[in-house]
């Protein structure tokens, strides 16, 4: 069944971003707790907290180019039955995930055995409930955080008008801020600081072999 294959940890659950993915499915169905999780993101990305994304991904080491329809992407994906071309998107994204893990192992088998990932991820990987604490968490602060800064916006525009440049403004919003508020803010911040995404395992593609250089130029 779906539930032992997820929780099953030498059974790799591979994807560019795969705890966000993950995570909608645990909040969905807390049975589906997917262990194993391997975000492939880190492979040719410049730091272990840039995500290098599916598709650049599949263009370097695959080889293909993988077509990904902002529109669909952005499109309702709770409305049953899916479309066809939802579910042409979601099948591209299964395969390529797949995909890029098999050429990386046949072609770099010491760096990328799936026995070596799997043990490397065992080591930091979190458990989904707590995945889910820290998100919804990291949520709440940065909206809270949002709203602070709005409303002090707005207290120094009624205050000021429009004198101040926009180095000025940042420094009014700290003089005019109460204590309080302050003191709010650096307990959010903190919050913000220790549900902040943990680090990715980090692959240097000069290591592997691989050209990542159009990454580096936007292509």
């Known amino acids: 069944p779906l539930e032992a294959l997820l929780s099953d940890r030498s059974i790799l659950k591979v ?20 262990k194993g999780r391997f975000d492939i993101g880190g492979v040719g990305s410049n730091s272990k907290r840039s995500r290098v994304g599916l598709q650049k991904l599949v263009r370097a080491i695959v080889g293909v180019e993988l077509p990904k329809s902002k529109k669909t992407a952005m499109s309702d994906w709770s409305k049953i039955p899916l479309s066809s071309k939802q579910l042409v998107y979601a099948s591209r994204d299964a395969w390529a995930g797949a995909a890029v893990m098999e050429n990386l ?25 707590d995945v889910d604490d820290r998100a919804r968490r990291r949520k709440n602060a940065r909206m809270k955080t ?29 003089d005019i801020m109460p204590k309080e508020v302050k003191e709010e803010m650096d307990r959010l911040q ?23 250089s159009f990454v580096e130029k936007g292509r």
């Open 15 to 34: 994807g560019a971003g795969v705890d966000e993915d993950m995570l909608e499915l645990y909040r969905w169905n807390q049975s589906l707790d997917a």
């Open 105 to 129: 192992g046949r072609f770099h088998r010491d760096e990328m055995h799936v026995d070596l990932i799997s043990s490397l991820i065992q080591e930091n990987e979190r458990e989904m409930s």
């Open 146 to 174: 949002k709203k602070i800064i709005a409303d002090t916006k707005e207290l120094a525009s009624f205050l000021d008008g429009d004198k101040h440049s926009k180095f000025d403004r940042q420094s009014r919003l700290q």
């Open 190 to 212: 903190v919050i913000l600081d220790e549900t902040a995404p943990d680090g990715l395992l980090f692959f240097d593609p000069k290591d592997l072999g691989l050209d990542f």
